[in-house]
């Protein structure tokens, strides 16, 4: 199944890879990304799509994308220049694609292991298992 996503697409140099984050509430990433920094008041999970920052096993963003490990994005965004930086978790790193990186809504193909976001509401709902009576 191909979808109509809108995902944050980052490459901190010309020669770099591209790092991916996806959004699931473009209304609610467009606010987040206009509030100056230091005070943002809307949390991250109200619009990210999935907790996870994702690669091209091809160059750029064609191909199959693969969850970036954490010794990688520890290395492209707190290597380097940045060793003395003191927050070097997976959310200062989807707060660096997103402030700095190019939303593009594109067609993805979703395969049924992708969840989008399933604390708002995504997920498999199984009707009529384990009910009393049946």
Do not use: C
Not at 4 to 27: G, K, T
């Amino acid at each position: 199944m191909t979808q109509d996503l809108l995902a944050v697409i980052y490459r901190p140099s010309e020669h770099e890879d591209q790092y991916i984050v996806f959004i699931s509430d473009e209304d609610e990433f467009k606010q987040w990304r206009e509030q100056p920094e230091g005070q943002k008041s809307i949390a991250l999970a109200r619009f990210i799509g999935n907790f996870n920052i994702y690669k091209s096993n091809m160059s750029g963003h064609t191909g199959m994308l693969a969850p970036v490990s954490k010794q990688e994005y520890e290395n492209a965004f707190f290597g380097g220049n940045n060793k003395n930086v003191k927050d070097k978790s997976q959310e200062a790193a989807i707060k660096i694609i997103l402030q700095n990186g190019t939303p593009q809504k594109k067609q993805f193909k979703v395969d049924g292991q992708s969840d989008l976001n399933p604390s708002r509401g995504g997920g498999e709902v199984k009707v009529g298992a384990n009910q009393p009576g049946r």
